[in-house]
């Protein structure tokens, strides 16, 4: 009895161990699964490529391309109206020979409003009429502002005295007459050495130039409103100037 029992869980042994070599699956060796990758890859390489035919499409007409018409509008402040008065076939000339685009000064609203029409070539002058009558009523000469139509590299930047270093009273007025300095010295000795114009109005300064040179001027301008002499100022000026010359 007792030797029938122990053959017993033998068998059972036996079977078990048959049953988890069933269930274990044959893993493929990373070689082989390596080698099957390249011969794929060479046949596919062998495969002629299949010309694709680029599709032509007829060329769009000026019309359609265009666009509806668009406009811009400038408002021009009460102290502006005399100056455009005075000033307006300098600005309605270059605007309307030049660009090709319509302009009017708007009496009810006060606005300059400029338009495109069928006549104009190019969108981007657009924008340029606007800079040009934008950087007019900041108070720019009409021949400094005429620049921004001639040339693409000009731009506008204005900032208020406030925004470097916040001054009241006497304090103010006197960081804004060491920008200016006697007779407007200093401002147009800035003007000159960085190649840029400069507009005072109250606490506001507008600068017109290239990119390069609008940041010396700004650079020496709160300089200046921080408090520092001109005579340090120019130096500085001077010899980023040079630099900058050296260089291009």
Known sequence: MDIDKSTVPVAGAATESKDDTDSFTKVKSKKTQK????QAGAD?????????????????????????????KIAVPAHRYTPL????????????ENLQLQVRFNLKTRNVEIKTCKDTQDIASLTKAADFVRAF???????DALALIRLD???????DVTDVKPLKGDHLSRAIGRVAGKGGKTKFTI?????????????????????????MARTAICNLILGSPPSKVYGNIRVVASRTAERF
């Open 35 to 38: 080698r099957k990758r390249e």
């Open 44 to 72: 596919m390489d062998t495969e002629e490529p299949v010309a694709v035919k680029r599709p032509q499409f007829p060329p769009i007409s000026g019309d359609k391309l265009r666009g509806p018409d668009e406009m811009l």
């Open 85 to 96: 008065k005075d000033n307006w076939m300098k600005i309605f000339t270059p605007i309307v």
């Open 137 to 143: 009523v900041l108070g720019f000469q009409v021949e």
């Open 153 to 159: 590299e000009l731009f506008l930047e204005s900032f």
């Open 191 to 215: 003007e000159n050495v960085t190649k840029t114009r400069i507009v005072l109005a109250d606490t506001k300064v507008h600068i017109l130039g290239s990119f390069q040179n609008i940041k």
